[in-house]
């Protein structure tokens, strides 16, 4: 998931803001994480690890994410991707369940 930053005139930041699975899959691309891995492995190494779960900044650490998985091992991406994605969209959807999380959500930026 992503959304467009406000415009600041500068052509050198992305486009997009990336949270949830999109913002994990850029964290594994620069952790370099070879597959299989163990849930074990990725929460010994990597746990720590802050991953923004929504537009407005809000992060989880990785660690809890896999702790929150019932699978222990992933054989590639994107079997990691479908199992930790779920656990993503329950804490976004945790966190703009407040009313601060409402108003946000309904403004443009």
Known sequence: ???RPPSNDIDDDPDTTE?????LDAEIERMDVSF???AAELESRYGDVRVP????GNEIR???????TEQTEFDS???LQRALSPIFEQKRRGVSRGLLGRIRALLPF
Do not use: Q, R, S
């Not at 949270?19 to 913002?23: M, Q, V």
């Not at 779960?53 to 407005?56: G, L, T």
């Not at 990785?62 to 929150?68: H, K, S």
């Open 1 to 3: 998931m992503g959304v």
């Open 19 to 23: 949270f949830g699975i999109a913002a």
């Open 36 to 38: 299989p891995v163990t």
């Open 53 to 56: 779960v929504d537009p407005a």
């Open 62 to 68: 990785l660690g809890e994410v896999i702790a929150a």
């Open 77 to 79: 991406e994107t079997e």
